[in-house]
């Protein structure tokens, strides 16, 4: 069956470092993936989008990579913040179980805190 | 410019009750959803409506209904609820136009709790 993954439910690193986020996907082959952050008691919102024909996509201190090969896209902070302290989820689409159409579907999502 | 807003922002709910939860966007989006999100299981698609007058199933439709009979609204009902639907809701909306890439807007969410 179809499945994402991301790396590990909490991830602490010290400000000014880079923090890289993991997902991974099974038995698919997605159009794109984009990434959200997500605050407590908030939504979730739109950070970056990546194509299947795009290796890299930057946006200020973001960056995504998309390795359809390893079926995976890595996410990173460079010069981290506590401000970027979030869950940080990624979502690709899916088929839904029924078959009948694709949806965007998320990952359980990744809580980064960046420590001061 | 609102957005998504949803209603009510928190609502603790008898088991057996019947509840709706509003959802309307502001931005003209043709496609709007209805995810749940509990701890540990992420965002799960509820249903979903690619158009005013049109719905769909998602991962998670049993014990939920929807209407979609303009472009701006789509309300979620619970027409009998039971203890495990207490969750946190997010309506969201997107222009499934803009290019196929479905980049979707989330409202803040209402936390509903079933006793």
């Known amino acids: 069956s179809q499945k994402i993954e991301q790396n590990s439910e909490a991830l602490n690193i010290q400000e000014g470092k880079t923090a890289t986020l993991t997902c991974n996907y099974t038995n698919y082959s997605p159009a794109y993936l984009q990434w959200y952050r997500q605050d407590p008691g908030r939504g979730p919102v739109f950070l970056l989008l990546i194509r299947e024909n795009e290796k890299e996509k930057r946006k200020e201190r973001l960056k995504v990579t998309f390795d359809t090969t390893l079926k995976q896209s890595l996410f990173h902070i460079t010069a981290s913040q506590p401000a970027d302290s979030a869950t940080y989820l990624c979502a690709l689409d899916l088929s839904l179980p029924s078959g009948s159409a694709r949806q965007l579907t998320f990952g359980s999502g990744t809580q980064l805190t960046v420590l001061p | 410019i609102a957005g998504i807003t949803q209603a009510p922002t928190s609502q603790i709910l008898a088991a057996g009750r019947r509840m709706t939860l509003r959802c309307t966007q502001d931005m003209r989006h043709n496609a709007m959803y209805w995810y749940r999100q509990d701890l540990g299981l992420g965002l799960r698609l509820i249903h979903y409506s690619n158009t005013a007058g049109t719905t769909g199933k998602g991962e998670v439709p049993d014990g939920y209904s929807v209407s979609r009979a303009n472009t701006d609204d789509f309300p979620l009902t619970l027409a009998s609820a039971v203890p495990s639907q207490t969750s946190v809701y997010f309506c969201?909306?997107?222009?499934?136009?803009?290019?196929?890439?479905?980049?979707?807007?989330f409202g803040p969410g209402t936390r509903l709790t079933v006793l």
């Open positions: 969201a909306s997107s222009d499934s136009t803009a290019g196929g890439t479905d980049t979707q807007y």
